[in-house]
Protein backbone atom coordinates (compact mmCIF):
# COMPACT_ATOMS: atom_id res chain seq x y z
CA UNK A 1 0.00 0.00 0.00
CA UNK A 2 1.19 3.48 -1.03
CA UNK A 3 0.87 5.91 2.55
CA UNK A 4 0.93 9.21 2.58
CA UNK A 5 1.32 11.36 5.48
CA UNK A 6 1.21 15.07 5.18
CA UNK A 7 3.95 17.16 4.62
CA UNK A 8 3.87 18.87 8.28
CA UNK A 9 3.91 14.99 9.53
CA UNK A 10 6.79 14.27 7.89
CA UNK A 11 8.90 17.55 8.56
CA UNK A 12 7.73 16.68 12.29
CA UNK A 13 9.23 13.24 11.91
CA UNK A 14 12.63 14.67 10.25
CA UNK A 15 12.72 17.76 13.43
CA UNK A 16 14.53 15.24 15.73
CA UNK A 17 17.09 13.94 13.31
CA UNK A 18 18.32 17.41 12.50
CA UNK A 19 18.43 18.30 15.89
CA UNK A 20 20.83 15.84 17.05
CA UNK A 21 23.24 16.92 13.78
CA UNK A 22 21.60 14.02 11.65
CA UNK A 23 20.31 16.99 8.85
CA UNK A 24 22.83 15.91 6.33
CA UNK A 25 23.15 12.35 6.64
CA UNK A 26 19.12 13.40 5.54
CA UNK A 27 19.94 15.23 2.33
CA UNK A 28 22.44 12.46 1.69
CA UNK A 29 20.03 9.78 1.82
CA UNK A 30 17.75 11.27 0.05
CA UNK A 31 19.98 12.10 -2.83
CA UNK A 32 21.59 8.60 -3.04
CA UNK A 33 17.87 7.33 -3.66
CA UNK A 34 17.03 9.78 -6.23
CA UNK A 35 20.17 9.13 -7.79
CA UNK A 36 19.12 4.94 -7.99
CA UNK A 37 16.01 5.59 -9.64
CA UNK A 38 17.80 8.06 -12.24
CA UNK A 39 19.69 5.17 -12.62
CA UNK A 40 17.16 2.88 -13.05
CA UNK A 41 15.25 4.95 -15.84
CA UNK A 42 18.41 5.80 -17.49
CA UNK A 43 18.64 2.14 -17.67
CA UNK A 44 15.31 1.30 -19.27
CA UNK A 45 15.53 4.32 -21.57
CA UNK A 46 18.53 2.12 -23.21
CA UNK A 47 21.28 4.30 -21.64
CA UNK A 48 23.69 4.38 -18.85
CA UNK A 49 25.19 7.83 -16.56
CA UNK A 50 28.05 7.58 -18.50
CA UNK A 51 27.43 9.95 -21.16
CA UNK A 52 24.16 11.17 -20.02
CA UNK A 53 23.09 14.79 -20.26
CA UNK A 54 21.42 16.10 -16.90
CA UNK A 55 20.03 19.35 -16.21
CA UNK A 56 19.52 19.70 -12.69
CA UNK A 57 17.15 22.58 -11.64
CA UNK A 58 17.57 23.93 -7.94
CA UNK A 59 15.79 25.98 -5.60
CA UNK A 60 16.58 27.87 -2.83
CA UNK A 61 15.76 25.16 -0.01
CA UNK A 62 16.78 21.91 1.07
CA UNK A 63 14.98 20.36 -1.99
CA UNK A 64 17.60 22.28 -4.53
CA UNK A 65 20.18 20.16 -2.10
CA UNK A 66 18.57 16.68 -2.69
CA UNK A 67 18.83 17.67 -6.25
CA UNK A 68 22.28 18.78 -5.92
CA UNK A 69 23.70 15.79 -4.17
CA UNK A 70 22.07 13.25 -6.69
CA UNK A 71 24.07 15.41 -9.49
CA UNK A 72 27.40 15.39 -8.12
CA UNK A 73 26.57 11.06 -7.75
CA UNK A 74 25.64 10.89 -11.72
CA UNK A 75 28.35 13.54 -12.39
CA UNK A 76 30.78 10.48 -10.45
CA UNK A 77 29.54 8.34 -12.51
CA UNK A 78 30.48 10.57 -15.69
CA UNK A 79 27.36 12.16 -16.67
CA UNK A 80 27.78 15.57 -17.82
CA UNK A 81 25.34 17.83 -15.55
CA UNK A 82 24.40 21.87 -16.01
CA UNK A 83 22.40 23.29 -12.82
CA UNK A 84 20.03 25.67 -13.10
CA UNK A 85 20.09 27.77 -10.40
CA UNK A 86 16.35 29.83 -9.53
CA UNK A 87 17.37 31.53 -7.00
CA UNK A 88 20.81 33.55 -5.44
CA UNK A 89 20.91 31.38 -2.20
CA UNK A 90 21.27 27.98 -3.16
CA UNK A 91 22.41 25.36 -0.73
CA UNK A 92 26.12 25.99 -0.44
CA UNK A 93 27.53 23.03 0.32
CA UNK A 94 25.67 20.96 -2.20
CA UNK A 95 26.49 23.08 -5.08
CA UNK A 96 30.04 22.99 -3.86
CA UNK A 97 30.18 19.30 -4.15
CA UNK A 98 28.12 19.51 -7.81
CA UNK A 99 30.91 21.85 -8.97
CA UNK A 100 33.74 19.96 -7.37
CA UNK A 101 32.08 16.45 -9.32
CA UNK A 102 32.64 18.83 -12.66
CA UNK A 103 29.04 20.37 -12.71
CA UNK A 104 29.00 23.51 -14.27
CA UNK A 105 26.21 25.91 -12.99
CA UNK A 106 23.92 28.99 -13.88
CA UNK A 107 21.70 31.29 -11.99
CA UNK A 108 18.63 32.57 -13.48
CA UNK A 109 18.80 36.12 -12.36
CA UNK A 110 15.03 37.51 -11.97
CA UNK A 111 13.53 39.39 -15.26
CA UNK A 112 16.25 37.50 -17.44
CA UNK A 113 14.63 35.91 -20.14
CA UNK A 114 14.40 31.83 -19.70
CA UNK A 115 13.99 30.79 -23.35
CA UNK A 116 17.41 29.45 -24.26
CA UNK A 117 17.87 27.70 -20.60
CA UNK A 118 14.88 26.07 -20.92
CA UNK A 119 15.27 24.88 -24.54
CA UNK A 120 18.57 23.19 -23.65
CA UNK A 121 16.72 21.36 -20.68
CA UNK A 122 14.48 20.21 -23.11
CA UNK A 123 17.42 18.08 -24.69
CA UNK A 124 18.65 16.69 -22.28
CA UNK A 125 18.58 12.85 -21.36
CA UNK A 126 17.40 13.82 -17.69
CA UNK A 127 16.48 16.88 -15.76
CA UNK A 128 15.93 16.80 -12.03
CA UNK A 129 13.55 19.21 -10.45
CA UNK A 130 14.80 20.39 -7.35
CA UNK A 131 12.52 23.65 -7.43
CA UNK A 132 10.71 23.36 -4.41
CA UNK A 133 9.40 20.41 -1.94
CA UNK A 134 7.75 20.37 0.92
CA UNK A 135 8.65 24.00 2.14
CA UNK A 136 6.80 25.42 -0.85
CA UNK A 137 4.12 28.27 -0.37
CA UNK A 138 1.45 28.62 -2.80
CA UNK A 139 1.91 28.47 -6.69
CA UNK A 140 5.35 29.09 -8.05
CA UNK A 141 6.60 32.70 -8.19
CA UNK A 142 9.69 34.08 -9.57
CA UNK A 143 12.11 32.98 -11.44
CA UNK A 144 11.00 29.40 -11.03
CA UNK A 145 7.55 30.31 -12.45
CA UNK A 146 9.03 32.09 -15.16
CA UNK A 147 11.67 28.84 -15.85
CA UNK A 148 8.87 25.93 -15.83
CA UNK A 149 6.19 28.14 -18.18
CA UNK A 150 9.42 28.26 -20.62
CA UNK A 151 10.25 24.68 -20.19
CA UNK A 152 6.63 23.58 -20.62
CA UNK A 153 6.66 25.64 -23.87
CA UNK A 154 10.30 24.72 -25.49
CA UNK A 155 9.39 21.08 -24.50
CA UNK A 156 6.02 20.44 -24.85
CA UNK A 157 3.56 18.11 -23.14
CA UNK A 158 4.76 14.85 -21.06
CA UNK A 159 3.61 12.53 -23.57
CA UNK A 160 5.61 14.01 -26.44
CA UNK A 161 8.81 15.54 -24.72
CA UNK A 162 12.21 13.79 -24.78
CA UNK A 163 13.87 14.76 -21.73
CA UNK A 164 13.14 12.61 -18.76
CA UNK A 165 11.72 14.71 -15.79
CA UNK A 166 12.24 13.41 -12.12
CA UNK A 167 10.71 15.19 -9.43
CA UNK A 168 13.16 15.64 -6.03
CA UNK A 169 9.98 14.82 -3.18
CA UNK A 170 6.98 16.53 -5.43
CA UNK A 171 6.33 17.84 -8.69
CA UNK A 172 7.43 21.38 -8.62
CA UNK A 173 3.86 23.54 -8.56
CA UNK A 174 1.65 21.16 -6.80
CA UNK A 175 0.25 21.41 -3.37
CA UNK A 176 1.70 19.15 -1.39
CA UNK A 177 -1.16 18.28 1.05
CA UNK A 178 -4.04 18.64 -1.86
CA UNK A 179 -1.83 18.08 -4.82
CA UNK A 180 -3.90 21.64 -6.18
CA UNK A 181 -2.10 23.14 -8.98
CA UNK A 182 -2.25 27.14 -8.36
CA UNK A 183 -0.35 28.71 -12.07
CA UNK A 184 2.49 26.12 -13.70
CA UNK A 185 3.60 22.65 -12.73
CA UNK A 186 6.55 20.77 -13.89
CA UNK A 187 4.60 17.35 -14.40
CA UNK A 188 7.48 14.60 -13.97
CA UNK A 189 7.60 11.27 -15.61
CA UNK A 190 8.70 9.59 -12.23
CA UNK A 191 8.60 11.41 -9.10
CA UNK A 192 11.06 10.16 -6.05
CA UNK A 193 10.09 10.94 -2.53
CA UNK A 194 11.35 10.84 0.81
CA UNK A 195 10.19 9.14 4.43
CA UNK A 196 6.90 8.32 2.33
CA UNK A 197 4.37 9.56 -0.48
CA UNK A 198 2.24 12.79 0.38
CA UNK A 199 -0.92 13.71 -0.08
CA UNK A 200 -0.72 16.00 -3.67
CA UNK A 201 1.27 13.01 -4.95
CA UNK A 202 -1.90 10.87 -4.69
CA UNK A 203 -4.67 13.19 -5.43
CA UNK A 204 -6.42 15.46 -8.06
CA UNK A 205 -3.99 17.28 -10.94
CA UNK A 206 -0.97 16.69 -8.47
CA UNK A 207 -1.80 12.61 -8.96
CA UNK A 208 -1.25 13.17 -13.22
CA UNK A 209 1.47 15.66 -12.71
CA UNK A 210 3.89 12.91 -10.38
CA UNK A 211 4.13 10.11 -12.67
CA UNK A 212 5.79 6.41 -11.12
CA UNK A 213 6.00 7.53 -6.93
CA UNK A 214 9.02 6.08 -5.94
CA UNK A 215 9.33 6.32 -1.78
CA UNK A 216 12.62 6.47 -0.38
CA UNK A 217 13.25 5.40 3.33
CA UNK A 218 15.37 8.13 5.02
CA UNK A 219 14.87 6.77 8.19
CA UNK A 220 11.94 8.69 9.64
CA UNK A 221 9.68 7.14 12.42
CA UNK A 222 6.37 7.95 11.49
CA UNK A 223 4.66 5.51 13.77
CA UNK A 224 2.70 7.87 15.79
CA UNK A 225 1.06 9.59 12.75
CA UNK A 226 -2.28 9.02 10.79
CA UNK A 227 -1.41 8.37 7.57
CA UNK A 228 -3.70 11.25 5.55
CA UNK A 229 -4.39 8.95 2.39
CA UNK A 230 -3.50 5.39 1.52
CA UNK A 231 -3.74 3.75 -2.68
CA UNK A 232 -3.99 0.12 -2.59
CA UNK A 233 -1.38 -1.48 -5.16
CA UNK A 234 -1.73 -4.76 -7.01
CA UNK A 235 -0.74 -6.88 -4.42
CA UNK A 236 -3.09 -5.18 -1.74
CA UNK A 237 -6.18 -6.13 -3.91
CA UNK A 238 -4.66 -9.35 -4.92
CA UNK A 239 -4.70 -10.09 -1.11
CA UNK A 240 -8.37 -8.82 -0.53
CA UNK A 241 -10.01 -10.75 -3.21
CA UNK A 242 -11.51 -13.96 -2.52
CA UNK A 243 -10.50 -16.56 -3.99
CA UNK A 244 -12.91 -20.18 -3.94
CA UNK A 245 -11.96 -22.96 -2.22
CA UNK A 246 -12.82 -26.42 -2.72
CA UNK A 247 -15.16 -26.00 0.21
CA UNK A 248 -17.35 -23.31 -1.57
CA UNK A 249 -19.97 -23.66 -3.39
CA UNK A 250 -22.59 -20.81 -4.49
CA UNK A 251 -23.92 -19.16 -1.56
CA UNK A 252 -20.76 -19.04 -0.05
CA UNK A 253 -19.03 -17.45 -2.43
CA UNK A 254 -21.60 -14.77 -2.17
CA UNK A 255 -24.70 -13.70 -3.85
CA UNK A 256 -25.24 -10.10 -5.19
CA UNK A 257 -28.66 -8.57 -5.74
CA UNK A 258 -29.01 -5.67 -8.31
CA UNK A 259 -31.95 -3.59 -8.29
CA UNK A 260 -30.91 -1.50 -11.41
CA UNK A 261 -32.08 -0.76 -14.60
CA UNK A 262 -35.90 0.60 -15.97
CA UNK A 263 -37.60 0.64 -18.86
CA UNK A 264 -36.03 4.34 -19.67
CA UNK A 265 -32.46 2.75 -19.08
CA UNK A 266 -32.64 -0.59 -19.12
CA UNK A 267 -29.02 -0.84 -20.81
CA UNK A 268 -27.39 -0.22 -17.29
CA UNK A 269 -28.74 -3.15 -15.96
CA UNK A 270 -27.03 -5.45 -18.23
CA UNK A 271 -23.74 -3.55 -18.08
CA UNK A 272 -23.81 -3.72 -13.79
CA UNK A 273 -24.59 -7.73 -14.01
CA UNK A 274 -22.40 -8.48 -16.44
CA UNK A 275 -19.41 -6.76 -14.93
CA UNK A 276 -20.53 -8.24 -11.50
CA UNK A 277 -20.00 -11.70 -12.65
CA UNK A 278 -16.93 -10.97 -14.78
CA UNK A 279 -15.11 -10.01 -11.11
CA UNK A 280 -16.72 -13.51 -9.48
CA UNK A 281 -19.32 -14.59 -7.38
CA UNK A 282 -21.91 -17.44 -6.66
CA UNK A 283 -24.62 -16.15 -8.48
CA UNK A 284 -26.45 -12.54 -9.04
CA UNK A 285 -30.30 -12.12 -8.69
CA UNK A 286 -31.62 -9.80 -10.81
CA UNK A 287 -34.73 -7.37 -9.53
CA UNK A 288 -36.64 -5.30 -12.19
CA UNK A 289 -38.90 -4.75 -15.08
CA UNK A 290 -39.35 -7.66 -17.12
CA UNK A 291 -38.71 -5.85 -19.80
CA UNK A 292 -35.48 -5.68 -19.03
CA UNK A 293 -34.63 -8.97 -17.17
CA UNK A 294 -34.99 -10.18 -20.52
CA UNK A 295 -32.29 -8.20 -21.87
CA UNK A 296 -29.81 -8.87 -18.88
CA UNK A 297 -30.73 -12.25 -19.82
CA UNK A 298 -29.69 -12.44 -23.53
CA UNK A 299 -26.58 -11.24 -22.11
CA UNK A 300 -25.93 -13.36 -19.14
CA UNK A 301 -28.52 -16.06 -18.64
CA UNK A 302 -26.66 -16.99 -15.39
CA UNK A 303 -28.34 -14.20 -13.71
CA UNK A 304 -31.50 -15.35 -11.78
CA UNK A 305 -34.15 -12.59 -12.50
CA UNK A 306 -37.18 -11.72 -10.83
CA UNK A 307 -39.61 -8.54 -10.09
CA UNK A 308 -39.86 -9.55 -7.13
CA UNK A 309 -38.59 -7.35 -3.41
CA UNK A 310 -35.97 -7.25 -1.97
CA UNK A 311 -36.48 -8.94 1.28
CA UNK A 312 -37.49 -12.13 -0.92
CA UNK A 313 -34.74 -12.40 -2.72
CA UNK A 314 -31.72 -13.43 -0.57
CA UNK A 315 -28.00 -11.94 -1.15
CA UNK A 316 -25.38 -10.59 0.95
CA UNK A 317 -24.69 -7.62 -0.70
CA UNK A 318 -26.75 -5.24 -3.19
CA UNK A 319 -26.34 -2.76 -5.82
CA UNK A 320 -29.02 -0.33 -6.51
CA UNK A 321 -29.15 2.74 -8.42
CA UNK A 322 -27.47 2.34 -11.96
CA UNK A 323 -30.10 3.18 -14.48
CA UNK A 324 -32.99 3.23 -12.12
CA UNK A 325 -34.91 6.53 -13.23
CA UNK A 326 -38.85 7.26 -13.10
CA UNK A 327 -39.38 3.81 -11.24
CA UNK A 328 -41.12 4.04 -8.26
CA UNK A 329 -40.76 0.36 -7.88
CA UNK A 330 -37.06 -0.06 -8.16
CA UNK A 331 -36.73 2.91 -5.86
CA UNK A 332 -38.65 1.21 -3.14
CA UNK A 333 -36.10 -2.18 -3.74
CA UNK A 334 -32.99 0.72 -2.94
CA UNK A 335 -34.93 1.73 0.14
CA UNK A 336 -34.97 -1.43 1.33
CA UNK A 337 -31.87 -2.86 0.90
CA UNK A 338 -30.06 0.42 2.07
CA UNK A 339 -32.38 -0.21 5.21
CA UNK A 340 -31.43 -4.20 5.30
CA UNK A 341 -28.12 -3.68 7.18
CA UNK A 342 -26.39 -5.60 4.23
CA UNK A 343 -23.69 -4.16 2.24
CA UNK A 344 -25.62 -1.89 -0.78
CA UNK A 345 -23.69 0.08 -3.13
CA UNK A 346 -25.90 3.07 -4.00
CA UNK A 347 -25.21 4.84 -7.47
CA UNK A 348 -27.47 7.50 -9.88
CA UNK A 349 -31.05 7.34 -9.14
CA UNK A 350 -30.71 5.37 -5.44
CA UNK A 351 -28.55 8.15 -3.84
CA UNK A 352 -31.80 10.14 -2.97
CA UNK A 353 -32.95 7.61 -1.27
CA UNK A 354 -30.17 7.53 1.43
CA UNK A 355 -31.53 8.76 4.96
CA UNK A 356 -29.91 10.98 6.84
CA UNK A 357 -27.98 8.09 8.62
CA UNK A 358 -26.53 4.46 7.54
CA UNK A 359 -23.09 2.54 8.24
CA UNK A 360 -20.07 2.35 6.22
CA UNK A 361 -21.32 -1.09 4.49
CA UNK A 362 -23.24 1.51 2.41
CA UNK A 363 -21.62 2.73 0.16
CA UNK A 364 -22.89 5.44 -2.24
CA UNK A 365 -20.76 6.13 -5.21
CA UNK A 366 -21.34 9.54 -7.14
CA UNK A 367 -19.49 11.60 -9.34
CA UNK A 368 -18.73 15.57 -8.50
CA UNK A 369 -22.15 16.19 -9.74
CA UNK A 370 -24.35 13.96 -7.93
CA UNK A 371 -22.08 14.84 -5.05
CA UNK A 372 -23.17 18.92 -5.10
CA UNK A 373 -26.78 17.27 -5.28
CA UNK A 374 -26.37 15.44 -2.84
CA UNK A 375 -24.67 17.62 -0.31
CA UNK A 376 -26.80 20.37 -1.20
CA UNK A 377 -29.77 18.55 -0.20
CA UNK A 378 -28.38 18.40 3.57
CA UNK A 379 -27.78 21.96 3.48
CA UNK A 380 -24.09 21.70 2.43
CA UNK A 381 -24.11 24.13 -0.43
CA UNK A 382 -21.41 23.56 -2.52
CA UNK A 383 -21.16 23.23 -6.79
CA UNK A 384 -19.40 20.78 -9.01
CA UNK A 385 -16.96 23.17 -9.75
CA UNK A 386 -15.71 23.12 -5.89
CA UNK A 387 -15.90 19.37 -5.73
CA UNK A 388 -13.77 18.84 -8.14
CA UNK A 389 -11.24 20.98 -6.67
CA UNK A 390 -11.54 19.90 -3.51
CA UNK A 391 -12.87 15.82 -4.33
CA UNK A 392 -10.93 14.27 -0.89
CA UNK A 393 -12.41 16.83 1.45
CA UNK A 394 -16.54 16.69 0.58
CA UNK A 395 -15.98 13.20 0.25
CA UNK A 396 -14.71 12.96 3.75
CA UNK A 397 -17.48 15.58 4.45
CA UNK A 398 -20.36 13.46 3.13
CA UNK A 399 -18.69 10.41 4.82
CA UNK A 400 -18.61 12.07 8.14
CA UNK A 401 -21.84 13.45 7.78
CA UNK A 402 -23.75 10.11 6.34
CA UNK A 403 -21.87 7.84 8.36
CA UNK A 404 -21.14 5.91 4.47
CA UNK A 405 -18.68 5.04 2.98
CA UNK A 406 -18.29 8.16 -0.34
CA UNK A 407 -16.54 6.71 -3.27
CA UNK A 408 -16.43 9.86 -5.34
CA UNK A 409 -15.31 9.33 -9.18
CA UNK A 410 -12.78 10.70 -11.14
CA UNK A 411 -9.96 10.61 -13.06
CA UNK A 412 -8.17 10.25 -9.51
CA UNK A 413 -11.03 8.27 -7.54
CA UNK A 414 -11.20 9.11 -4.02
CA UNK A 415 -12.65 6.77 -0.96
CA UNK A 416 -13.44 8.12 2.33
CA UNK A 417 -14.33 6.16 5.38
CA UNK A 418 -16.70 8.00 8.20
CA UNK A 419 -13.76 7.12 10.31
CA UNK A 420 -11.90 10.06 8.11
CA UNK A 421 -9.70 7.12 6.52
CA UNK A 422 -9.17 8.38 2.48
CA UNK A 423 -7.94 6.17 -0.40
CA UNK A 424 -6.94 7.79 -3.79
CA UNK A 425 -6.56 5.85 -6.60
CA UNK A 426 -5.54 6.85 -9.94
CA UNK A 427 -5.15 3.62 -11.94
CA UNK A 428 -8.20 4.87 -14.71
CA UNK A 429 -7.84 5.36 -18.38
CA UNK A 430 -9.44 8.67 -19.63
CA UNK A 431 -11.04 6.26 -21.98
CA UNK A 432 -13.02 4.93 -19.33
CA UNK A 433 -14.76 8.50 -18.81
CA UNK A 434 -17.84 7.29 -21.10
CA UNK A 435 -21.54 6.45 -21.02
CA UNK A 436 -22.34 2.97 -19.08
CA UNK A 437 -18.46 2.94 -17.20
CA UNK A 438 -20.46 3.70 -13.84
CA UNK A 439 -22.82 0.66 -13.84
CA UNK A 440 -19.49 -1.49 -14.58
CA UNK A 441 -17.88 0.10 -11.40
CA UNK A 442 -21.36 -0.27 -9.71
CA UNK A 443 -21.68 -4.32 -10.83
CA UNK A 444 -17.23 -4.58 -9.77
CA UNK A 445 -17.95 -2.93 -6.52
CA UNK A 446 -21.34 -5.10 -5.69
CA UNK A 447 -19.25 -8.29 -6.63
CA UNK A 448 -16.40 -7.44 -3.84
CA UNK A 449 -18.74 -6.48 -1.31
CA UNK A 450 -20.88 -9.83 -1.97
CA UNK A 451 -18.04 -12.34 -1.65
CA UNK A 452 -16.00 -10.75 1.16
CA UNK A 453 -19.26 -9.57 3.35
CA UNK A 454 -18.91 -12.96 5.69
CA UNK A 455 -14.93 -12.53 5.54
CA UNK A 456 -14.07 -11.68 8.79
CA UNK A 457 -10.17 -11.74 7.84
CA UNK A 458 -10.39 -9.73 4.97
CA UNK A 459 -9.35 -6.12 6.62
CA UNK A 460 -6.16 -7.81 8.28
CA UNK A 461 -5.16 -9.47 5.15
CA UNK A 462 -4.43 -5.86 3.91
CA UNK A 463 -3.47 -3.64 7.17
CA UNK A 464 -6.94 -1.63 7.55
CA UNK A 465 -8.90 -1.03 10.38
CA UNK A 466 -12.07 -2.84 10.18
CA UNK A 467 -14.01 -0.07 10.63
CA UNK A 468 -12.51 0.74 7.14
CA UNK A 469 -13.01 -2.31 5.43
CA UNK A 470 -15.86 -1.12 3.33
CA UNK A 471 -13.66 1.97 2.24
CA UNK A 472 -10.90 -0.46 1.20
CA UNK A 473 -13.36 -2.75 -0.80
CA UNK A 474 -14.41 0.33 -2.73
CA UNK A 475 -11.17 1.31 -3.19
CA UNK A 476 -10.51 -1.99 -4.71
CA UNK A 477 -13.03 -1.93 -6.84
CA UNK A 478 -12.02 1.28 -8.07
CA UNK A 479 -8.72 -0.16 -8.47
CA UNK A 480 -9.81 -3.01 -10.75
CA UNK A 481 -12.55 -0.86 -12.72
CA UNK A 482 -9.53 1.51 -13.53
CA UNK A 483 -7.04 -1.67 -14.54
CA UNK A 484 -10.08 -3.43 -16.45
CA UNK A 485 -10.27 0.18 -18.51
CA UNK A 486 -6.89 0.29 -19.22
CA UNK A 487 -6.32 -3.05 -20.90
CA UNK A 488 -9.95 -2.71 -22.70
CA UNK A 489 -8.10 0.92 -23.98
CA UNK A 490 -4.86 -1.25 -25.76
CA UNK A 491 -7.66 -2.12 -28.71
CA UNK A 492 -8.76 1.21 -28.76
CA UNK A 493 -11.53 3.59 -27.92
CA UNK A 494 -13.51 1.49 -24.74
CA UNK A 495 -16.82 -0.37 -25.92
CA UNK A 496 -18.20 -0.51 -21.93
CA UNK A 497 -20.16 -3.76 -22.63
CA UNK A 498 -16.85 -5.25 -23.63
CA UNK A 499 -15.58 -4.46 -20.37
CA UNK A 500 -16.02 -7.90 -18.50
CA UNK A 501 -13.78 -9.60 -20.84
CA UNK A 502 -10.88 -7.47 -19.39
CA UNK A 503 -12.27 -7.49 -15.42
CA UNK A 504 -11.59 -11.19 -15.99
CA UNK A 505 -8.39 -10.78 -17.26
CA UNK A 506 -7.65 -7.99 -14.29
CA UNK A 507 -9.09 -11.04 -11.84
CA UNK A 508 -7.01 -13.63 -13.78
CA UNK A 509 -3.80 -11.46 -12.73
CA UNK A 510 -4.90 -10.52 -8.84
CA UNK A 511 -5.35 -14.27 -8.62
CA UNK A 512 -1.96 -15.55 -9.93
CA UNK A 513 -0.33 -12.38 -7.81
CA UNK A 514 -1.67 -14.10 -4.80
CA UNK A 515 -0.19 -17.54 -5.48
CA UNK A 516 2.96 -16.09 -6.30
CA UNK A 517 2.79 -14.45 -2.80
CA UNK A 518 1.79 -17.43 -1.20
CA UNK A 519 4.77 -19.88 -2.93
CA UNK A 520 7.24 -17.18 -1.22
N1 LIG B 1 14.72 18.77 6.35
C1 LIG B 1 15.56 17.82 5.96
O1 LIG B 1 16.62 17.63 6.52
C2 LIG B 1 15.23 17.02 4.82
C3 LIG B 1 14.65 17.63 3.74
N2 LIG B 1 14.48 16.98 2.62
C4 LIG B 1 14.21 17.76 1.41
O2 LIG B 1 13.97 19.11 1.72
C5 LIG B 1 12.72 19.54 1.22
C6 LIG B 1 12.19 20.57 2.12
O3 LIG B 1 13.18 21.57 2.19
P1 LIG B 1 12.90 23.06 2.63
O4 LIG B 1 12.14 23.10 3.87
O5 LIG B 1 14.21 23.71 2.63
O6 LIG B 1 11.96 23.66 1.52
P2 LIG B 1 11.96 23.52 -0.07
O7 LIG B 1 13.27 23.14 -0.58
O8 LIG B 1 10.80 22.71 -0.41
O9 LIG B 1 11.64 24.99 -0.57
C7 LIG B 1 11.65 26.12 0.24
C8 LIG B 1 12.26 27.26 -0.51
O10 LIG B 1 11.60 27.49 -1.72
C9 LIG B 1 11.16 28.84 -1.82
N3 LIG B 1 9.74 28.79 -2.16
C10 LIG B 1 8.71 28.43 -1.37
N4 LIG B 1 7.55 28.49 -2.03
C11 LIG B 1 7.85 28.89 -3.27
C12 LIG B 1 7.06 29.16 -4.41
N5 LIG B 1 5.74 28.99 -4.40
N6 LIG B 1 7.67 29.56 -5.54
C13 LIG B 1 9.00 29.72 -5.57
N7 LIG B 1 9.81 29.50 -4.51
C14 LIG B 1 9.23 29.09 -3.36
C15 LIG B 1 11.36 29.50 -0.50
O11 LIG B 1 12.10 30.67 -0.73
C16 LIG B 1 12.16 28.50 0.32
O12 LIG B 1 13.46 28.97 0.54
C17 LIG B 1 11.92 18.28 1.10
O13 LIG B 1 10.93 18.40 0.11
C18 LIG B 1 12.99 17.29 0.70
O14 LIG B 1 13.25 17.34 -0.68
C19 LIG B 1 14.94 15.61 2.44
O15 LIG B 1 16.22 15.67 1.96
C20 LIG B 1 14.94 14.87 3.72
C21 LIG B 1 15.61 15.61 4.80
K1 LIG C 1 10.61 19.30 -6.58
Redesign the pocket.
Known sequence: MLVAFS?GD??AA??P??ESG???A??Q???HGLFGVVLGLLREAGLTAYGATVVVLA?????????LYAGERLLRRGAGATAVL??D?V?AASLEAFRRAGGTSVTLADGTDPGELALHAGHADVVID????????????????AFVDAFNTAAGARATRSALVVA???P??ID?ETGQVD?PVLAADATV???SAKPGLLLGAGALASGEVNVVD?G?DLTASTPAVRTLLHADVAALVRAPTAQDQKYSRGVLGIAAGSSRYPGAAALAVGAALATGLGMVRYLGPDTVASLVHQRNPEAVASNGSVADARSQAWVVGPGAVDDDDQRGRASDAIGSGLPVVVDAGALPEVPDRVGPQVILTPHAGELSQFLTARGVDVDRSAIEAEPAHFALRAAEMTGATVLLKGFTTVVAAPSGTLFAQTDASPWLSTAGSGDTLSGILGALAASLAEDTGAARRIGVADEDIWAAIAAAGAAIHGRAGRRAALRGPILISDLPTDIRAVMADLYEERRLAAAM
Not at 59 to 67: F, K, V
Not at 134 to 144: I, P, V
Request: with cysteine.
Open positions: GVREALIQGDLLRAAGSGNNGADALSHHGIVGTGAQGGLRGTARCDLSGVGTFGIL
